[in-house]
Structure formats: C-alpha cells, structure tokens
C-alpha cells in the first residue's frame, strides 16, 4: 500500500506559479511511474502530466505542455509538479497518482494508488 499526499495547492492570480509536491509513504517510489491529473467542478477528471520510475521520460497534456513541468526526487519520495504561466481554465483539484506499471500512462485506471488532491485557483 502506498500513500500518497500532496500539497502547495492555493490561490495565485493568472500568469502566476505554484510548485505543487507528492510525498509517498514507500520508500521504493522508484518501482512507481507517477502522473499528476485534476478535475474542475462540473468537468471529468483529466490527465496533466506523467513521469517514468527514473524520471527520463516525461509527458504533458498539450494544455499544459510549455508551462508546468513534472520532476521526481526518488531519493526523497516526491514528485513535483512545477506550474508557470498559470490560467483561469487550470482551476482544478490537482491530484498525483502512482503506476506499477513499467512505462507511464496518461490512463488513470492504469493507476494503482491516488492521493487526496490540492486545490488550485488561479483568479485574480
């Protein structure tokens, strides 16, 4: 069982920046790809961005490709979502997530632990 929790969420105006993080309970978080996914009030969960275990591949939505960037520190168990360049439309509940799956996945049912989430708002 891995728990997952998350923080840095908050409230920052448009063209701002939140670092958001991932703290993992295993200290094997190595032997998980992680993704950061979020979901508006009223909107489907969406997939944000993904990491494989050794952090050499990364993927992005296109609405956010250019403006956050995921990164794993697997000797501290966090995973970080940086986020630049904010907008209205990224309001969301950002949650992360962990694989056991070799390669990363932009899937949410290939995912097999999910924490809490945080909130962002970006309004001015």
């Known amino acids: 069982q891995v728990q997952l929790v998350e923080s840095g969420g908050g409230l920052v105006q448009p063209g701002g920046s939140l670092r958001l993080s991932c703290a993992a309970s295993?200290?094997?978080?190595?032997?998980?790809?992680m993704g950061w996914f979020r979901q508006a009030p009223g909107k489907e969960r969406e997939f944000v961005a993904a990491?494989?275990?050794?952090?050499?591949?990364?993927d992005y939505a296109d609405s956010v490709k250019g403006r956050f960037a995921i990164s794993r520190d697997n000797a501290k168990n966090t995973v970080y979502l940086q986020m630049n360049s904010l907008k209205p439309e990224d309001t969301a509940l950002y949650s992360c997530?962990?694989?056991?799956?070799?390669?990363?996945?932009?899937?949410?049912?290939?995912?097999?632990?999910w924490g809490q989430g945080t909130q962002v708002t970006v309004s001015s």
């Open positions: 990491i494989t275990r050794s952090g050499g591949t990364v």
């Open positions: 997530a962990a694989s056991s799956r070799y390669w990363y996945s932009r899937a949410g049912n290939d995912y097999d632990y």
């Open positions: 295993t200290r094997t978080l190595i032997n998980y790809s």
